[in-house]
């Protein structure tokens, strides 16, 4: 599973506790990642990488399924904001895998704003 925007969150912890033996979390910060690299050393299941959202490093059709927890609130904040959440959509579907793949976007800053992508 790809967490996009992992951000510092405990969120992969608690899901590795809960039985979940790989997950990939990617940030933009380089300043957060390395934090969480050192924080879950001893949690070999759980890799930080750096990478931006919008133009994910992974080949095609590498996940069975893609979690991003706020991160489309995050993306809504910067400029170009419309057209990098568009980017974002269409990375997660390009490394989803094509069969019984399922992306999860949770959005909770921004409740009037609404968007649609098929997966």
Do not use: W
């Not at 299941?45 to 990478?51: D, F, P, R, V």
């Not at 992974?58 to 489309?72: I, M």
């Amino acid at each position: 599973m790809l967490v996009a925007g992992a951000g510092n969150s405990r969120l992969s912890e608690d899901m590795y506790e809960d039985g979940y033996q790989t997950l990939t979390n990617v940030d933009v910060s380089r300043v957060v990642v390395d934090q969480m690299i050192e924080k879950y050393k001893d949690k070999s299941a759980l890799t930080y990488q750096q990478m931006n959202v919008c133009a994910l490093e992974f080949p095609d059709e590498s996940f069975d399924a893609v979690l991003a927890k706020g991160l489309v609130d995050g993306i809504l904040c910067g400029e170009g904001s419309t057209a990098n959440v568009a980017k974002m959509c269409q990375e997660v579907s390009r490394v989803l895998k094509p069969v019984r793949s399922q992306a999860h976007v949770i959005q909770t800053l921004s409740p009037n704003v609404s968007f649609s992508f098929n997966f």
